[in-house]
């Protein structure tokens, strides 16, 4: 770390939030299309399962472009990287502002998860590159409150525009804010780490690919169709070859794309499989609370939208602030306080009937808790393993994170669609959306409990110790 500056330049600060606002745009766009599902089903003549795909389809593409992180990396400068990923994403934002059927609509979205793939961990590169330690906290709580505000304002000003002027010109709002992006960016990324010609491991790629491609269809087919059929079971095997088959032939090259060694440490093992599944349950809420709304409580699109914002505004503010309790405390203050506000809302929205309020509450309570715990559990476990360690536990993290998404997203959509399968009738959807949403709800208690768990062994790891 010695060519590391202990103080934090102007420039420096900049740059994470150009490649901030990069990640912003793309998880905006997500959470505002949320709240217009509905709308689109209807616009497109398609169901609730196919819908989801405008979400959990980018995000999967996202995760897959994220696995690429440690090469790029070493092969091409932070600020080649960041400029392409954006030109990517500003294109797929153009096809969507004008786009007129579904096929060029998921097009144009798996573009922008490509930039947001390259993008995401770009700036937590930077950021444990170019930050001291013990500044860290602070750095990934600012990088953190730009992208997570994106789910504070997205799904309002989604809800808002595609009630009153079209799902499009939430594109057309976008991008300038990626334009702005660009122009930030490449007058202030720096790059200090030297470049290496290192040879793609496509072989390791296409393995962790199969994983993840698999794994999400899995989780669709399974959820709507069961396990016991042909093709479910097919899936997994598949999901699984690739992932085992990538444990198997990792440690035989010189240069893998991720390096497994750094899952040898328990306090990032235990970190991941906590944030793994925390993510999956924070999807589950962004997706079921506004289908909820809409579809059992007859709310605009509008008010569904608005029904997420005070959490994701929680969110967003305790990002920085708990950064800073990070830096001047160490990481078990802000993590139990995460771990037991995200436990407590969990249950707030199992146990408490369905209502505008209800869901509001206890979603923001939700995130109050988030915001506290996801920077600083990433910080946490990476500042655990050895330096060389570093680029693949961000990416692995990254990817994880946007796998977890797409999987709670498309578990979500699934369940739900189980119980509203049967329904003939108005009152027959409404009932079994309720109740799908409903057992959704319990579920996620039963993840939540198996998350705290890893998230506090972490921290009595680290103290026995120490």
Known sequence: MNHVDER?????ILSVIAIGLLGF?????????????????TEFNITSSTVQWLTSGVILLTSMVVILSPWLKKRFTNRSQFIVATVISITGVLINALSGDFGWTLFGRLLQGIGGGVGLPLMYNVIFEQVPENKRGTMVGIGSLIVSFAPAIGPAFGGYLAQNFGWHTVFWVVLPVQVASLVLGWYTIQQISPLVKEKLDIIGWL??????????????RISVHGITNITSLSLIIIMFSGFVGYLIYAPRINNPLLNTNVFKFKIFSLSIAASFVIQIVNLTFAYAIPMALQLVLFKESQIAGLALLPGALGYASMAIISGRLYDRYGARIPILIGVGLIMCGTTMM???PISLYSMLFSFMIVQ???GFWFGNNMTYAVSHVPIQYHSSGNSIFTATNNYSAAV????AAGIISIFQKNAESTGQLVATTRLGVSWLFKLDV???IIAAICSISVLT???KKE
């Open 368 to 370: 109050l808790g988030a």
């Open 207 to 220: 393995l962790l690919s199969t994983f993840f491609v698999a794994g999400i269809f899995a989780i669709e």
């Open 8 to 12: 934090l330049s102007p420039r420096l």
């Open 461 to 463: 790891i680290v103290t």
């Open 408 to 411: 709670g997203i498309a578990l």
């Open 446 to 448: 039963v993840l939540i």
């Open 350 to 352: 199992a146990l408490i």
């Open 25 to 41: 745009s793309d998880i905006m766009l997500e959470t505002a299309l949320n709240v217009s599902f509905p709308l689109l089903m």
